[in-house]
Structures are given as structure tokens and as C-alpha cells.
């Protein structure tokens, strides 16, 4: 219990001391356990008791007291409205969660009641990582899913996620087996994971919770993920999709239901702008494990570093849904060869037309983020700018259409230009002629509406303007009058309108005949102000044409937020075609300006890339103005001969082995995707599975060693993988006893050959295991050139056939800067040791 709840559990019993104000804080918080509680008090947000301690030690910002309850002081602090974002936002990304707590009525109103009534508050939104809608709060070029696991003792499955971009709309719903959640929770990579305590436990004991979500669960309760209600509310919330939640897993259900409750509760209200969901078959993309996923270093590298991967190297992408989708794609490649080749041709055809491909870049660049517009406007929660966004999009998406005119087309081309050419023109020209061309962040700023657009709004702008022409030629008469020239009309937030003089001549206003027209309202250390008749008047008249103006804004403001909600439908598909173009012309212009090829894709065990380079290394190569050493990789099988082939790549330290392995398995990932590849060549057959264990990890947090990370990754891969996936191993065995490492090693390559049957690639620097190329039909050997000259190495980076006699260790040791008594020393022990008998003879 804090000391919030702990004041409240002691106030029944001690009334007196119980102001209004806290009883009303005292209730508000206890409905909002686990929550800071930004409580609105005028032109602040004030946090008591603890709230008010974390917040100040998280913002930085000062600790007061204000009175004291029960004889303790309150702690208290406090954040400006108008600078509140700024301040969530931190908070948000430090791991607190907010409750938005809003006075709900006017003070005025409250005082009626009686002169000691607090004005009503309540909480109307409640801020979590997984349920952020600002922009301020948002990355740009990221989705910010929030996800809800459920799990069922009996039934269909085992697991059922479900996810949602509250930003966005989009929702998706996938069945797990038990071994596939920390995968699919490691491609969607959630900022807030749902799930019950239960569940949390179970994944924790079985190591099936990436250590990365670990913190960001938020634990409900068993009722919360009950199938039966969620059939009933997911019906209720999307009514208008028409949506059958029988056809759900009850899993399926509960963890949609989950959401849905989570995003009603947090939204206070509102009702979410969630797209109907769309459920996720696993066989429709590559599976790509959570260990595979950071050997790659698909989207970020694995210090975490966006820099570095290969979604850096390759998003070309103009907008930020663009690169979303890009994420979305390259976390989960497609395995239909059909689907595969029509993004493919798209892309093709665009790479060949650079002239067109550049036009429409121009075009997409100026397409704003429409589709979390939409969703703040849906939520009531937009500000003019966002109807502004609205209209620019519908803009561009025509553009865009109209670049098309009279050009064939490839189907997913055709697709899009058909849902971009008919973007609502009409609104899209209301928008322009009712908003000006800057207009303000809130519509509580007005000036949002340009002139001319309503004619009104215009009268009551001019009444507005022109009393500064009356203000001024009243002042200059009051001059003339009293003859005081330094007399000036001036105004405050606080007197309004006013007379200003200074002191010696402003007593003569105090006096006959003045003191008939001028009215004290203050003096200070060297003036006096006044107010008239005339002046109140005339500030009145300023005050109602603001306020009618206002009013009229805010009238038109609601008229085009509801013509925008009215064709959410139609602007969503905008928005997902706009994305898809940007994603379809950012790779096409990377084919063009990177010399990428077309792979072939289709359904056999083909894996041939011939002059193959790895996409991300490449990069950094030509940066230092040196030339990437390109490689063929062949390991196409088919059924006839029983899979794909294997080959045992040997060779030393430093030279290539890891890059050579990686680049492959990026090669397959990028063609699956939809992109042109880093080759000459590329047939590829369709990859159902993706395998790598490359470099050596530990996991200390679960008790695990280097060792034993390898091997729960090899189990992995040797359990999962099929004659379809494509694997990449380095160095299995080496963080064990040689022979103990020797033997698994060995007995994974048989494994991999004779059960699995799928297309790999396994480094190695046991050269033992070179000679089960004799005995295993599909095994090649192949190795990492190097020259020695004058007794040092040169690492050549190419692959050629056959087998490293050697590591070259001592050497890359002296490359790395060993003392030389050590390496001397290592020279002989390592003359020792070859001469004597290496008892392989067992494997021979």
C-alpha cells in the first residue's frame, strides 16, 4: 500500500481532517492503482504523496509540500499544460504508467454550489506504452504495438496473440503452439504486453518470455481474458466490420477480448479506432526465431543500434507508415511464391522507369502520416493540423494516381493506383479552401480557418480588428482631452483593457471634471490605471467578437472532423496504398542505385546465388572506398535426392566465414520480402524457415553459459527446422571439451543431412569433419582463401572448393596484438600438439 492509499484507508476515521479536494483525490486514485496520477488543478497538473516523489525524481523537477494530511506533510509537484507532452513522454518512456485527470466542469459552475465546492474531476484517459496516440509520444518510422497473450489449458491451441497499433487501427490475431511465442513476440516486438499472472509465470519458468518484454507486462486478470465476454464485446466493437469471433480459437478470443478491454478502459469512453482483425495463418511467412532475428541483425544490431542493420541499409522509404510497413515485411517475409514474385514485378517495373520512380518519391514525400490522423481525429483527440494532414494526403494519393495515366501496370501497381485514384477529391478541396496555411497545433488556438471561407466567421474577425483602430483613436482623444501625452490604452490577462498614466499627472484624474469619466482601478510604484465607460464597452464588444469567432471555428472544426470519420474506410485503404507504393518504390530505387538483382523465386529446394555480398558490410566497404568481395553459394537439392545440400565451410579467423554465412540467409530474407538482392544471381526456392547460430552469447539472467545458449539454439534448429528451411551454423561445439565438441558437431551435421534435409551452410574449424564428404552424398567442402607472404596472412575473402589444411590462430592472435613471448610460446605447444595423434581415428 503507498501512502496515497495508506492517507485514504485512515480518512473515514478521521472526517476533519479530510479536505474535499483530497476526499476527491483519495477516490479518484484508489480506481487508478498503478498509475501516476496527473491531477488537474487550474493551469497545472499537480501529483501528491508518491506520485509526486517519482515524478520529481523521474522529471527532475521540484518536490514542495502543500499542508499537511493526517499531520504528515503532502508532497507535491506539479507540471504546466501547456508544456505537459514533453513531460508525459518521459515519463511514458521511463515505464510509468499516467492517468489523465481533467476538471470535467466549469469552475464557475462549481461555485455555485456553494462557495467551498470542489469542481468535478475525473480521469478521461489513461497513458500506457502500448496505448499512445501523439505524435510527441510516437517514433515516426515505428509501430508501437500493444499485445495480449492468452493461454488455454485445453482446446485448440496452446497460445493466442493479439496485437493492435492503436495509432494506426490495424489488428491482427495469431494461434501458437508453446514454442512459437517467444519467436512471434520477438517479430511484433510489443511496447506493452497483456497477459495474467499465470501466464507470466509459465513463460518465465519455460524461457519463453524474451528478456527485452520482461518489464513492459502488464498483468490482468483471469476475467479480463474470458472467451465467453469477449465474443459478445468483440461483436459490439466491431459492429460495422460484420465480424463471426466464432470462427477465433476461444484462445484467439480471449486475447482479443483482452485488448479490447484494455484500449476501452484506457481511452475512458472513446471508442477506439480499431480496424476489424485480421487473423495471421503462421505457414503465410518465414519463421525467423528470436535468436535468428539478432544474429542478422534484421532491424536493429545487437548493441541495439539502428545503424548497423539491415533495415538501415536498405529503407529507402520517403514517410514514416512507409518505413513501418518496411519493418513489418522484413520482420516477416512471405512463403507464397506467387504473392513473392507479384511484389517483385512491381518493384521490377519501377526500377526499370528511374524517371517515374523519382516523380513519385517527390510526390509520396510530401503524403503525410494519414493514418494515425485519422485515429487521433476518431478519438476527438486532433487538432487542426490533422485535417490539414488529411487533405495533403488525399493530395498526394491523387498525384500519385495520375502519374500512372496511360502506363501498363503490374497487378500490385494497378491495385494501388485503383484505390489512390479514388481518394475523395471533394474533401480533400473542402480541407484547402477551410484551413489556413499554418494553421495552429489545437483548435483551441483558433486563426485555424481561413478567410473568406465563412462569412460570419469574417464579420465577427473584422469587428474584432477593427477595434484596435477604435482603441487607438480613443486613446488619442482621451490624450487630447487630459492633455497628458504619455496616457496609453494598454491590456493584461488580468485588468483587461485600461487607462495607463503615470503617477504625477495621473492624481489630476482623481479630480473635477476628470473623475466623472475615468474609474481607479490601480496604482502602482509609478503609474496609475483607469478604466471608462466607453473602454468597458468597447472591451466587451472585443471579448464577444472573440468569443463568436471561437465558436464558429469550433463549429467548423467538428463539421470537418465528422466528414473525415465519415470516410474513415476509404482514407485507411489511402493510407495503406500510399504506404505500399512507398515501400514498392523505396526498394526499386535501392535495385536501381545498388546494382541489386531480380531473383527468381519459386517452389523447388533451389538455392544458387551466384557473386552474392552482404547488404549491410557492402555498404560500410564503398564507404572506405575498397571493393566487397562477392561469393556463390549452390545449395540447391531437391526430393529426388533426398533435400538441399551442405556445405562445410573452413578457413581462418577474420576471414569471411560469418559474413559469408549471414549474407546468404539475408539474401533469402530480402528476396522473400519482395526486394532485389546483393548478387549477379539469385534462384531461390521458397524458404519456410530461417536459421542462424552465428557468434557466442550468453544468458546469464536464466543461468545459462555460452555453452549451453549454443546448444538450446542448435536443439532449436535441429528440432524445427524441415527439408524447406534454410540453416546457417558457426563453430557448433567449440565452447566445449575438443573431442565432447568434435562428436556433436559431427553428429549435428548428420542430423542436418540425413534427417532434416535442408539447405545449409556450417563453419567450422574441426577439419575433421571435412571427411564426411566421403560418406554423406550432399556434403561439400568449401573454404575461406587466404596467401601467406613472408610470414604473414592475407585474407583473401573469397570461397573456393575444398578444405583449410589450418585455423591460422597464432596469426590473427598477432593481428590482434599478443605479446610475442606468447605467441612464441603458442607456436611451440602448437608443433607439440600436431605431432602427436589428434584421436580422430574414431571418426575416420
Known sequence: MNKAQDSAAKAPGQAPALTPMMAQYFEIKAVNPGYLLFYRMGDFYELFFEDAEIASAALGIVLTKRGKHLGDDIAMCGVPIHAANDYLNKLIKLGHRVALCEQVEDPVEAKKRGAKSVVKRDVVRLITPGTLTEDDHLEARAANFLAALASVRHGETDFALAWADISTGETHVIDLPAHAVQDELARIDPAELLMTEVTRTQLMATHLLPPNLASLVTPLSAEQFDSEVATIQLRTVFAEADIDPTVWSRAARAALGALVFYVLDSQKGKSPALRAPTSVAPDKHM????????????????????????????????????????????????????????????????????????????????????????????????G???????????????????RFDGLETTPVLSRLVTTLAAAPLHLASELAAALADDPPLLARDGGFVRKNYHAELDAERALATETRAVVAALQARLIEQTEIKSLKIRHNGVLGYFVEVPSSPGGRLLEAPFREIFIHRQTLASVMRFTTQELAELEGRIARAHDAAMQIETAIFGQLCAQIVTATNALRAIADALAELDVTTGLAHLAATANYCRPTIDNSLNFAIVGGRHPVVEQMVVAQQQSFVANDADLSGSDAIGGGRLWLVTGPNMGGKSTFLRQNALIAIMAQMGSFVPATSAHIGVVDRVFSRVGASDDIAHGRSTFMVEMVETAAILNRATRRSLVILDEIGRGTATFDGLSIAW??????????GCRALFATHFHELTSLQKTLSRVSNVTMKVREWEGEVVFLHEVGQGAADRSYGIQVAKLAGLPTPVLNRARQVLTILEQRSTGTRLFR
Open 287 to 382: 519463421a525467423i526465431d528470436l535468436a535468428t532475428r539478432a544474429s542478422l541483425e534484421l532491424l536493429a544490431t545487437q548493441r541495439g543500434a539502428t545503424k548497423g542493420s539491415l533495415r538501415n541499409a536498405i529503407d529507402l522509404t520517403v514517410t514514416a507508415p512507409g518505413s513501418r510497413l518496411l519493418a513489418q515485411r522484413l520482420a516477416a517475409p512471405l512463403c507464397d511464391a506467387e504473392a513473392i514474385n507479384e511484389n517483385l514485378d512491381a518493384v521490377g517495373s519501377l526500377a526499370n522507369d528511374t524517371m517515374l520512380t523519382g516523380r513519385l518519391r517527390a510526390d509520396l514525400k510530401a503524403a503525410p502520416d494519414l493514418a494515425r490522423a485519422l485515429t487521433r481525429v476518431a478519438l476527438e483527440r486532433g
Open 384 to 402: 487542426p493540423r490533422d485535417l490539414a494532414a488529411v487533405g495533403q494526403a488525399i493530395a498526394a494519393a491523387i498525384a500519385v494516381a495520375q
Open 747 to 756: 553428429a549435428a551435421v548428420e542430423a542436418l543431412h540425413e534427417t532434416t
